[in-house]
Nanobody, 120 residues
């Protein structure tokens, strides 16, 4: 599976962005899709995940009720809708495919990352 994240950009605090994760490969629907983010000099941190089939979602406490993860398996695409953005959400965002969980080690396939910058 090859993944490509897009949709990042510069937004003011309180604004919204929707990230997309386009996948190639017929097995996309069988994987959990996860979103992670990373600041320079920091570890990559879990943001959200959605199980294969889309029935189970999981969020980091810092983004719960502001971010929504979804997937459209017919389009081989995952999404992360980010609302009420805060400056502390600024990071490079990565999508990944793999087993369910918060741990980066559970994910086998990674996209290249997309920069999200939230100005105050």
């Amino acid at each position: 599976v090859q993944l490509q994240a897009s949709g990042g950009g510069l937004v003011q605090a309180g604004g919204s962005l929707r990230l997309s994760c386009a996948a190639s490969g017929r097995t996309f629907s069988t994987y959990t899709i996860g979103w992670f983010r990373q600041d320079p000099g920091k570890e990559r941190e879990f943001v959200a995940a959605i199980s294969w089939g889309g029935s189970v979602t999981y969020y980091a406490d810092s983004v719960r009720r502001r971010f929504t993860i979804s997937r459209d398996d017919a389009k081989n695409t995952g999404y992360l809708q980010m609302n009420s953005l805060k400056p502390e959400d600024t990071a490079v965002y990565y999508c990944a495919a793999g087993d369910y969980g918060r741990d980066v080690r559970a994910y086998t396939y990674w996209g290249q990352g997309t920069q999200v910058t939230v100005s105050s």
